[in-house]
């Protein structure tokens, strides 16, 4: 029955029918050429009367410009011609949905608020092209549209000849329009709905969201519901109703029900599903024009459909500039129970987890229930000790990938097949070779979650992923993509601004990140920016402060696109790798590769294998290395495969293990014991400092792993072994097996490190220093060649200066550590959860950080190569554009000095000194926090130490520009660490008065050097050494201190009252 009639020039035309809420549900309308409403309260025949139930306002007009009309806009309207107006519908063009559904609207605003009932809108006009144009009652209607009519003009989707596919597929190519129809039984299921950015991106083929959802019908819509996974009752009825009752599915969006399949499915409006403008009903990445795609501007670039998936991909434009890019859809059948078996996670072993609550358990230790993410690995034939797989775990190499590197990204994934072995399984993973040239396996598209890919992409940029989609209720990865990229190979392009700081702050963990947002004049961000940045720097800084831990990336990460954010998979119900950053440190060690290459003329390496020559005959040339891009493939080589080998670790269910690298000796890794027999380090899953040799003369190990390692046997194992796991975590405290991963980088345990090497990082430490300082040596001599630009010094004296500061950075850590193992008790061998680093180690690396960094001569500074750093300057993007043409020398040292500082005398750091004393017997020997401040306090005022003699020139001063800067960096230091708040917790008192303490002494050592020998003072030293004085004068004594903020120090003004305490005084 009508609750009201349309009318045409005083003739009934259709009707609609109102629900119970007063929403128009059904329409029938005679579409006859009715023209653009142009205003006014009344209705001419050519336009459309509503009749409504209101008494104030009876009827109003709607705008129609002759296509089928937007009767949607009826239910949104209201009767009062006022509410009208402030809606903004009065007198405002609208074009009206198309045949196909499409609309085109001149106002964003309008769209909104039209947007929701834009399918309601086409199943009216559906209803008006069979609608009977004769002026006469309407009889008996049809639920739906006929479907012939619906589909007419569209072409069905067929894919594969002979199936029956998940879902019915229909296009029309010309304005980008697709139908599906579901199958009957479309409540019964899951789906997986996994999206992928295939394009128009740098990071294109990475894998974006993905949603775990069903249907549910309402009467003639669809509602796409996610279910609750996060809370759980197992065993317990009257707990699992509990539960179900709290913690509700959560409907994600609405889909009305155009017509009836002929398969017995509902169908539904695909495009405007899947490019659904609104932000909380939007299943996709958000990075589209909704306005655009609302009008029309996009394509369909696939649609497949398979048994058990369906792949669709729109082309659409991007949210941010315009950019084409496309967003693809992959749909897929996610059965609950596929007989796979979950396996429990252990802490001992470091894997990805899928977890859920169970609150049918009351005991806290066993509520939360956490699965390791792997495949369903089985064996063909289970009575063999060694059997092929059921379903081999098979990856394509994309045809992108250039030529030259395949088989080592082939060899990087089989690498594998070596651990699987262990647990009985023959070729486990299976390799493939996509071949634009030959066609081969061209049939395949990458985002298709039935294939498994490695992608290549020229982006420029350093980095390598390595995702994987797994069912979210038990852990089963279903689907993994790995991205490469092409930018570690070309060139280290991230200059002093860009890379530095990240370096510098390796290790720093959540309490120190918070501090320095408090603290910005502290932040190695800040000091390490050019002048012209510090602010921008220090203004985004506090911005991050906002988030949990000041904008520490583990507890701030998004996870809207996987890959965007180191951490971004691990604050999801089941856990995904984000940005591996493996590729990105790589990009520094091919860079120090290549100018070693240019310096020596070579790698230190075994030249190949050169035959003996037979009797009476000249020798053969020694065969010539191969060359990729400039370096020896027994270089690169290897490396492309190790770094493909860590993201298919992660694609398995592996995190990162930062302790990997800690298992052998430096000498070991390059002696005839290691090199070639056993790989030089625990896991792929670390990052790992490459071994380039500088003596010649000494065995050259090799430069990277080769294959996976001990840990990575034993995490397989356990994560895929047909048998007891017991046995297996039994073996935790072997030494070649210790783990440590992302969380653990910003604690404690100077092993959790990335890019360092070997179980003496002190070694490589020094290494890498006595390579820093040959090179440096070598920058005029040999690095830059006739015809080079002098750009070239300022590059490669930075990038030595880079690696310098990892060394620093690297060490830096070691004061204050402790070693953290994961042994649970009563395992065999087992190790105390918390073993202090020794404090002769902690020692060794802090006299390393003072000499390498204190010092003038450890930077190799000359006016003969600072005059030499020139400044390549284009007027473009990529040109330098806006950097100093003179290299600005006391500003980036005293970046490099102020970090250092930063790293040893930050609140955290001295707070883990002053526990460790506890945590060590009182007759064993333990660094302190009155040594610590006192040797760095001696190596930074060395020159008072020494009786000055001869006479001192401002040209020749007796304490250089760069110690001058460091001692009042040190002496702002000191006065911020004695003033009220500035540490943190109990030790925060005792770090003040230490630290007014060594002011004390400072104090007295200026007096005496001005007493001895102020006449032979130069400028320079006098100046300084007075405004020292009268600085910590002023801090101990007087009634205000004033920290500049521009250099160091606070600040701000404070105010304080009273004087310090002088020693005896009571």
């Not at 970046?895 to 017997?921: A, K």
Request: hydrophobic content about 35%; proline content about 6%; charged content about 25%.
């Amino acid at each position: 029955m009508c609750s009201g009639w349309i009318r045409s020039a005083g003739s009934r035309s259709g009707c609609f029918r109102r629900g119970l809420n007063g929403e128009i549900q059904a329409i029938q309308v005679d579409c006859s050429a009715w023209e653009m409403y142009s205003g006014g309260t009344a209705c001419s025949g050519s336009e459309i009367p509503a009749f409504t139930e209101s008494a104030r306002n009876p009827r109003f007009c709607f705008p129609f410009s002759g296509n089928p009309v937007d009767l949607g806009t009826l239910a949104m309207l209201g009767s009062d011609s006022r509410q009208q107006q402030q809606r903004g519908f009065r007198a405002q063009r609208v074009l009206c949905w198309k045949y196909s559904g499409q609309t085109t609207y001149e106002r964003w605003a309008m769209l909104k608020k039209l947007q929701g009932f834009r399918s309601l809108a086409l199943t009216a006009a559906l209803a008006c092209a069979g609608a009977d144009v004769q002026a006469q009652d309407p009889g008996p209607q049809p639920e739906y549209p006929p479907f012939a009519k619906v589909l007419e003009g569209y072409e069905k989707v067929v894919t594969k000849a002979n199936i029956t596919p998940m879902y019915t597929l229909y296009t029309r190519a010309k304005d980008g329009q697709m139908f599906a129809e579901l199958p009957r039984d479309f409540q019964m299921r899951k789906y997986f709905i996994a999206t992928t950015v295939a394009s128009g991106e740098e990071y294109a083929g990475l894998q974006a969201g993905d949603l775990y959802v069903y249907w549910r019908r309402y009467d003639r819509h669809l509602a796409l519901i996610a279910p609750n996974i996060e809370y759980r009752a197992a065993g317990d009825r009257e707990a699992e109703s509990s539960v179900k009752r709290l913690f509700t599915d959560r409907v994600l969006m609405e889909v009305p029900i155009i017509t009836m399949g002929p398969n017995g499915g509902p169908v539904i409006d695909v495009d405007s599903m899947l490019l659904n403008p609104d932000p909380r009903f939007n299943i996709g990445p958000a990075q589209f024009n909704p306005s655009l795609t609302q009008r029309g501007i996009f394509s369909i670039r696939t649609a497949k459909a398979f048994e058990n998936n369906v792949e669709i991909a729109f082309e659409v434009p991007s949210a941010q500039d315009g950019g084409l890019k496309i967003l693809h859809f992959s749909i897929s059948n996610i059965p609950d129970n596929t007989g796979y078996q979950p396996r429990p996670a252990d802490s001992r072993v470091g894997f990805f987890t899928t977890s859920y609550s169970d609150l049918a358990k009351y005991d806290d230790r066993e509520t939360r229930i956490r699965y390791i993410n792997r495949w369903h690995l089985e064996k063909a034939d289970p009575r063999l000790q060694l059997s092929p797989p059921k379903n081999p775990i098979v990856f394509y190499i994309e045809h992108t990938t250039p030529v030259r590197y395949r088989r080592w990204v082939r060899d990087g994934i089989l690498a594998w097949n070596a651990a699987f072995e262990k647990v009985g399984i023959t070729n486990a993973i299976e390799v493939y070779y996509q071949d634009a040239a030959s066609g081969a396996h061209m049939d395949k598209d990458p985002e298709d979650v039935q294939y498994n890919f490695v992608r290549w992409l020229n982006n420029d940029i350093g980095t390598a992923i390595g995702p994987s989609r797994v069912h979210p209720l038990t852990g089963q990865i279903l689907d993994a993509d790995i991205i490469l990229t092409d930018g570690w190979i070309r060139h280290y392009k991230k200059q002093f601004t860009e890379n530095l700081p990240k370096i510098a702050m390796e290790g720093y963990g959540p309490d120190t990140l918070a501090w320095l947002a408090d603290h910005p004049e502290w932040d190695p961000r800040v000091r390490l920016a050019p002048p012209s940045m510090r602010a921008s720097v220090q203004r985004q800084i506090a911005k991050n402060a906002a988030l949990p831990y000041a904008g520490h990336p583990l507890f701030s990460a998004n996870s809207d696109v996987l890959g965007d954010e180191e951490y971004d998979g691990l604050n999801r119900p089941s856990q995904v790798n984000g940005l591996c950053m493996a590729a990105d440190g790589l990009a520094m060690e091919v860079a120090m590769a290549r100018m070693t290459f240019d310096i020596l003329g070579g790698l230190s390496q075994d030249p190949p294998a050169t035959p003996a020559a037979p009797a009476g005959e000249k020798k053969p040339e020694a065969p010539k290395e191969q060359m990729l891009d400039g370096m020896p493939e027994s270089f690169v080589g290897p490396l492309m495969a190790h770094l493909v080998a860590h993201e298919v670790g992660h694609t398995l269910g592996l995190r990162h293990n930062f302790k990997a690298s800690s298992v052998y000796t430096l000498a070991q890794i390059n002696s005839d014991e290691v090199k070639g027999k056993k790989q030089l380090a625990g896991s792929v899953m670390d990052y790992i400092g490459t071994n380039v040799r500088l003596d010649s003369g000494t065995l050259q190990g090799d430069y990277c792993m080769t294959g996976v390692g001990p840990y990575d046997l034993w995490a397989i194992e356990y994560g895929y072994t047909f048998g007891d796991t017991k046995p297996v975590l039994a073996r935790v405290a072997e030494p070649e097996l210790v783990f440590a991963t992302d969380e653990d980088t910003g604690g404690p345990d100077p092993l959790a490190r990335r890019y360092d090497f070997s179980k003496n990082p002190l070694d490589f430490a020094n290494e890498q220093i006595r390579l820093v300082n040959h090179h440096r040596a070598k920058l005029l001599s040999d690095f830059i060649k006739d015809g080079d630009s002098w750009d070239r010094i300022r590059y490669g004296y930075e990038m030595i200066l880079s690696l310098q500061t990892r060394s620093l950075s690297m060490m830096s850590i070691w004061v204050g550590g402790a070693h953290v193992n994961r042994d649970k008790k009563g395992d065999p061998n087992g190790r105390r959860p918390i073993e202090v680093v020794p404090a002769e180690a902690q020692r060794a690396a802090l006299n390393f950080v003072l000499q390498n960094a204190f010092r003038d001569e450890a930077f190799g500074l000359t006016p003969e190569l600072t005059t030499a750093m020139g400044l390549d300057k284009w007027y473009d993007n990529q040109g330098s554009m806006s950097e100093e043409s003179t290299w600005p020398i006391h500003d980036r040292i005293m970046g490099i000095q102020s970090s250092m500082m930063t790293s040893l005398l930050n609140p955290t750091t001295l707070r883990r000194v002053y526990d460790n004393e506890f945590r060590v017997p009182a007759d064993a020997d333990s660094l302190t926090l009155p040594e610590l401040l006192q040797t760095v306090t001696a190596a930074v005022w060395s020159e008072l130490d020494v009786k000055a003699e001869g006479q001192y020139t401002a040209r020749k001063p007796l304490i250089t520009s760069l110690r001058r800067n460091l001692q009042r960096e040190q002496l702002e230091r000191l006065i911020d660490l004695t003033l009220p708040g500035r540490s943190q917790g109990p030790a925060g008192k005792v770090i003040s008065s230490l630290a007014a303490q060594q002011l004390r002494g400072i104090l007295q050592k200026i007096e005496a050097a001005q007493q001895a020998a102020a006449d032979k003072h130069d400028p320079y030293t006098a100046a300084h050494l007075q405004q020292a004085r009268d600085r910590i004068t002023k801090a101990l004594d007087a009634d205000y201190i004033l920290n500049p903020g521009s250099g160091g120090g606070g600040g701000r003004e404070l105010m304080l009252f009273g004087r310090e305490t002088e020693a005896g005084e009571r």
